[in-house]
């Protein structure tokens, strides 16, 4: 078992839809969550980052922890061509700097 | 600011030859990572740096690699000898102390091991 797990995908929305990406980890001692986008043959973007249990809103980003489940989503509102891209999420054992593990990423493709 | 710059881009060689990676972290950043990307193993995580000092090397993956950051705007991936398995995009990234979550990637080298 990976020790940070993705959905695959690839995950096909429509344009202004909500897609949303899936995440589980293994180790229960991981303290931070990443999310990255990575667009085809670029470097990755962070996009948000969550330490505690619950929703963190930015823009039309959502990220949502559940410790007790060892599950991290991504909600992304009203979906644009521009969010077609491989988003990887990411798992740290602590807050800030340190040794991330990242999932294999899922594929996003927003359909206009 | 330029952001983190990685040189070479791309680079082609042939195995047994030593291959060496550069990387210039933003500037006041004090957090430095060298990641690799493969289709088979994803992204991962190399070593990393605080204050020109390694922290975690744990994921270096053999001897054959090496990594130095001999100031704080400079910083060297050392392959050797190389072999057609190293072929990957490497990343450099940077972050600064407060906000260390935020990691600034390079643009990476693609590397070609033939």
């Known amino acids: 078992q990976k020790e940070v797990e993705q959905n695959s995908g690839p995950l096909s929305v429509p344009e202004g839809a909500i897609a949303s990406l899936n995440c589980t980890y293994s180790d229960r001692g991981s303290q931070s969550f990443f999310w990255y986008r990575q667009y085809s043959g670029k470097s990755p973007e962070l996009i948000m980052f969550i330490y505690s249990n619950g929703d963190k809103e930015d823009g039309r980003f959502t990220a949502q922890l559940n410790k007790a489940s060892q599950y991290v989503s991504l909600l992304i509102r009203d979906s644009q061509p521009s969010d077609s891209a491989t988003y990887l999420c990411?798992?740290?054992?602590?807050?800030?700097?340190?040794?991330?593990?990242f999932g294999d990423g899922t594929t996003l493709t927003v359909k206009p | 600011d330029a952001g983190v710059i990685q040189s070479p881009r791309h680079e082609v060689t042939e195995m047994g030859q030593e291959v060496t990676l550069r990387c210039k972290p933003i500037s006041g950043h004090d957090y430095l990572f060298w990641y690799r990307q493969t289709m088979m193993r994803g992204l991962e995580l190399l070593i990393y740096?605080?204050?020109?000092?390694?922290?975690?090397d744990s994921g270096m993956p053999e001897d054959r690699f090496s990594a130095k950051m001999p100031n704080a705007s400079f910083s060297t991936l050392k392959i050797q000898p190389s072999e057609p398995r190293d072929s990957a995009v490497y990343f450099c990234a940077s972050s600064q102390i407060g906000r260390q979550e935020t990691q600034y990637f390079g643009p990476g080298t693609r590397l070609l091991v033939l």
């Open positions: 740096f605080n204050n020109n000092v390694p922290i975690d």
């Open positions: 990411a798992a740290t054992k602590h807050r800030g700097a340190g040794k991330s593990t």
